[in-house]
């Protein structure tokens, strides 16, 4: 398969640019040319700001499928309004591009969308488990560009016939580092409760992206990328009572559980969530 892995260069980036290269061919887009990069990877440098660019490069190029990464990845590193302004004009340039030479897209969304992690006050959820139905109310500039991503997926796929998937990765961890098991985190319970101390270790996003890259579906599909258990490893409805106020009256969550849920990924695409903080870093 020919592919175009945009943000290919980041943390997490890497890792999914790492297990395509070699099985595909692959095209690496980010903002900067990498000095020692992969041998069986092309590289080119480029603003996907930049719309001419963008739509010269994949028109060129005529990929499968593209893998669109890049964005400034969190709240509070930038002006909300370069933040905003970058992640959705990125995503629109390459999601635009991709339906304008029918190639499918795997872009990288987030937990963040649902609004819930830089809320004012953490909200108690409309249910529990989260499931892709609930509804998005971001307050912040990351949330809501994550928001507009996947209805420019809609929009795109609706439009070009092409099949997108927004995944929603909670707060990604790399095996070396895992710092949703910190003292600072752990000792503090408060400190993971924004975003209801779920997390999931960066190998399961990469399982789901090139699980989404197999499967076959039509339009649009937002997926949970979740780890199956809590950070804090305690149970989920008492951690919810004690920290956020309460859980639905409906919720039907059990023991160190993820307050996401992943049912969807795995009737759709064939995946689950098979790593945990526990296996990473041990209980103790």
């Not at 795997?106 to 006050?121: L, T």
């Not at 971001?138 to 998937?165: C, F, H, Q």
């Not at 106020?245 to 969530?273: C, F, I, M, N, Q």
Request: net charge negative; with cysteine; hydrophobic share 40%.
């Amino acid at each position: 398969m020919q592919l175009i892995v945009t943000g290919g260069l980041g943390a997490s980036g890497s890792w999914i640019l790492d297990r395509l290269a070699g099985p595909h061919d692959v095209l690496c887009l980010d903002y900067d040319h990498p000095d020692d990069g992969r041998d069986d990877v092309d590289y080119r440098a480029v603003d996907l700001t930049e719309t001419g660019a963008v739509f010269d490069i994949v028109t060129a190029e005529q990929p499968d499928a593209i893998v669109h990464w890049a964005a400034i990845p969190v709240a509070g590193t930038r002006a909300g309004t370069e933040l905003y302004q970058n992640n959705t004009l990125a995503a629109h340039n390459v999601l635009s591009a991709a339906g304008r030479v029918s190639a499918d897209v795997v872009q990288a969304s987030s937990d963040g969308a649902y609004g819930f992690f830089f809320a004012a006050e953490t909200p108690v959820p409309d249910e529990l488990p989260i499931t892709e139905t609930h509804a998005l109310r971001p307050e912040d500039a990351y949330g809501l560009s994550k928001v507009v991503a996947e209805e420019i997926g809609k929009t795109v796929a609706r439009r070009d016939g092409i099949s997108v998937a927004s995944l929603r990765p909670s707060w990604i961890q790399l095996p070396e580092e895992y710092p949703c098991r910190d003292p600072e985190y752990v000792d503090d319970p408060h400190a993971g409760a924004g975003n209801y101390w779920s997390y999931v270790d960066v190998r399961d996003v990469v399982d789901m992206v090139e699980a989404a890259l197999d499967a076959e579906f039509g339009g649009h599909e937002a997926f949970n990328c979740v780890a199956r258990d809590n950070a804090l490893g305690e149970p989920l409805v008492e951690l919810m009572d004690e920290h956020i106020g309460g859980v639905p009256d409906d919720a039907t969550v059990e023991g160190d559980t993820s307050a996401y849920a992943t049912a969807k990924a795995t009737r759709l695409l064939g995946w689950e969530p098979t790593r945990s903080w526990k296996d990473v870093v041990g209980s103790a």
